[in-house]
């Protein structure tokens, strides 16, 4: 069984209670179950882990290329202006895994300062707008290669 791990960034932890009416009502916890859920219909294996710490995404990346995991990646607040994420992203792209960007809601039509990915340029592809459904989606093109 493939095993993906699934990141998410800051403020990610406070799904359901944090804008519910942009980010939705599920916990983090409860996403957590659903893509646990969607992994292993879909023949995979999903850790989902969270951090506010750009330090730590960084050395999770790290620790996927190690292992040679493929990540799927909700960078949040970090998308649109974190080069040390951007860089460590790139290196498992670069070496030879996928990586998924994942957003709930398409960065592209909020505020001006969202619409710049500095981790879209180096991810392997972006799921953005579909709510949860996106890390689904996300999970389900890591599945079909």
Known sequence: MTSVLVLNGPNLGRLGSREPD?????????????????AA?????????????EAELVHWLHEAVDAQRDVVLN????THYSYALRDAAAQVTTSGLRLIEVHLT????????????????????TVAGFGTDSYRLALSALAQA
Do not use: M
Not at 41 to 53: C, K, M, N, P, Y
Not at 75 to 78: D, G
Not at 106 to 125: K, L
């Open 22 to 38: 942009v980010y939705g009502a599920l916990d983090h916890a409860g996403l957590t179950l659903a893509i646990t859920e969607w």
């Open 75 to 78: 960078p949040a607040a970090f």
């Open 106 to 125: 398409n960065p592209a039509t909020r505020e001006r300062f969202r619409h710049n990915s500095v981790i879209g340029g180096v991810a392997t592809g």
């Open 41 to 53: 219909a879909l023949g995979l294996s999903a850790e989902v882990r969270q951090s506010d710490d």
